[in-house]
């Protein structure tokens, strides 16, 4: 496997600076302020993406429109994770049509994870005449280029080569407004989970350098970002590919050595890479958030197994029992898929009896669904979907108690939280945990970590009021 990082060279970032300029110049020149729109779907990687997607629209000069009516660019940045993501998109492409007869000069992209599928742009090349330029993960650095070509001839344009992958450091970024970030630390994965698209579509792991991380996230912290999310398909392999001797948990502990009063956290965790020393790390640093997600999938060895996962129930339960016996208020999360191809009845039973035995916080359940050129998909499935179904309700009723239960036993704790914004003259906030509270307070306190006392509760977010003998930045008097 090719180990070594490919990092685009900044002379060829600079090409797609010059680009931006000549395209900023041709709107200024026909006196045009062009609107933007970019649609995410996916995960946080997507949403990462999307972020330099519209850092690059921004410095060719386009500001962002709340939606595709009128846009001159629309990108529908895609996700391939299930079949239903992809209808989604593909529903949402065809009805772009109509948008693009009431508005002729729209250009329309589409980049993302469904990009990185022959087949996928084999379609829209040929049925979805109306989009302009296809581009897959790997090529997103190149964007202005692209746009440029499209805005300059008018023909549609396929950037879908694919590569092991690469870095590209110092793309402008837009982000929203807010107290929390995202920050990339590693692309792609070289996992291959027997049901899971993503290593082919994003390429093989590389992370990206620990002082280009740490430089991000002093200017993010220099900038109010009080809530770091270090994002990856696996950050614990992070620093393998590198050969600089920093593994995650180093680059965790140097991270919250940085002066400041912030959260940070991490996602995706793979549990045959989370070692002792990160529990450990986690465990030491006040700043690195008491919140792991860790997707455990099944609870049956053999699908397991069958889903290349490398590691038994019994090593994932003794991970989450060391996980808590250093930090006893570890707020744990996970992913489960039910109904794997040949996945029995009494096998799906084992994922129930593990996530009564764990109880998690809060869990995402999936509905298998093939991939195609995974080798999944080419198992034998004979369970029928409504059979799926049926599992697949008992799963969320298990977990949709235990989530009632553990919220519950939060009722008139008091808690530390940051305060994120407003939702029906509500202020909503995070708890170290990443556990949503709700309660009534002044707008000035977003951004603040206050202290709530938990008043209520439900299946998914926590009620609070601020406590009386507290000044409204969360200092008890
Ligand atoms: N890298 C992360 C997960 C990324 S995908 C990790 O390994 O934890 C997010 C979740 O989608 C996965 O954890 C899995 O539960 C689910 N998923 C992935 N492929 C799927 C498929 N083909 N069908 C159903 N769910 C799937
Ligand atoms: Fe997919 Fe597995 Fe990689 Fe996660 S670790 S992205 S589930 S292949
Ligand atoms: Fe989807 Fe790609 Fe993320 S497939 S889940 S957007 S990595």
Redesign the pocket.
């Known amino acids: 496997m090719d180990t070594k990082t490919t990092t685009i060279s900044q002379e060829a970032l600079a090409e797609q600076a010059a680009y931006c300029r000549e395209i900023r110049a041709y709107w200024e020149a026909s006196g045009i302020t062009p609107r933007a729109f970019v649609d995410t779907?996916?995960?946080?990687?997507?949403e990462a993406d999307s972020e330099k997607i519209r850092g690059m629209l921004a410095q060719c000069g386009y500001v962002m429109a709340e939606d595709e009516e009128g846009a001159d660019v629309i990108v529908l940045?895609?996700?391939?994770?299930r079949e239903h993501?992809e209808q989604r998109v593909y529903g949402n492409v065809g009805a772009l049509v109509h948008t693009k007869r009431r508005h002729p000069g729209q250009k329309i992209f589409l980049c993302?994870?469904?990009m990185?599928q022959e087949h996928v742009v084999k379609k829209i090349r040929e049925s979805y005449r109306h989009v302009d330029g296809v581009f897959n993960?790997h090529q997103l650095w190149r964007f202005p280029e692209l746009l440029k070509s499209v805005l300059d001839n008018g023909k549609r344009i396929f950037a879908t080569e694919d590569s092991p992958g690469s870095i590209a450091e110092g793309l402008p970024l837009q982000r929203k407004a807010g107290v929390k970030a995202w920050v990339s630390i590693m692309y792609g994965?070289n996992n291959f989970c027997s049901y899971c698209?993503?290593p082919y579509?994003?390429g093989r792991e590389r992370s990206r350098k620990p002082e280009d991380i740490l430089a991000e996230v002093r200017d993010l912290l220099a900038h109010g970002i009080r809530d770091i999310t270090l994002l990856g398909?696996n950050v614990n392999s992070y620093g393998k590919d590198l050969g600089l001797g920093v593994d995650f948990a180093d680059l965790l502990a140097r991270i919250a050595a940085l002066p400041g009063d912030f959260w940070l956290r991490f996602m995706t965790s793979h549990p045959k890479d989370a070692t002792k020393k990160l529990f450990d790390t986690m465990a030491a640093s006040p700043k690195i958030a008491k919140q792991f997600h860790l997707p455990v999938q099944s609870g049956n060895d053999r699908v397991l197994k069958e889903m290349n996962r490398r590691y038994t129930r019994a090593q994932y339960l003794s991970l989450v029992d060391y996980g808590r016996q250093v930090m006893p208020e570890l707020v744990l999360t996970s992913d489960i898929i039910v109904g794997f191809p040949g996945e029995t009845e009494a096998e799906f039973e084992d994922t129930l009896s593990l996530i009564e035995q764990v109880r998690y916080d809060a869990l995402f359940t999936f509905i298998y669904s093939p991939r195609k050129g995974t080798p999944a998909a080419t198992m034998p499935d004979p369970v029928s979907r409504q059979e799926k179904n049926r599992w697949f309700d008992r799963l969320v009723a298990a977990q949709n108690r235990i989530s009632e239960e553990i919220h519950r036993s939060y009722e008139g704790k008091t808690m530390r939280v940051l305060v994120d914004g407003t939702e029906d003259g509500l202020l909503t906030a995070r708890t170290e945990g990443g556990r949503l509270v709700r309660f009534s307070g002044d707008e000035s306190l977003v951004g603040q970590f206050v202290l709530v006392e938990i008043t209520g509760h439900t299946t998914w977010s926590l009620e609070g009021r601020l406590p009386e003998n507290c000044d409204c930045h969360g200092n008890l008097l």
């Open positions: 779907y996916g995960c946080q990687q997507n940045n895609t996700c391939a994770i993501a993302g994870c469904m990185g993960p994965c698209i993503v579509v994003r398909q």
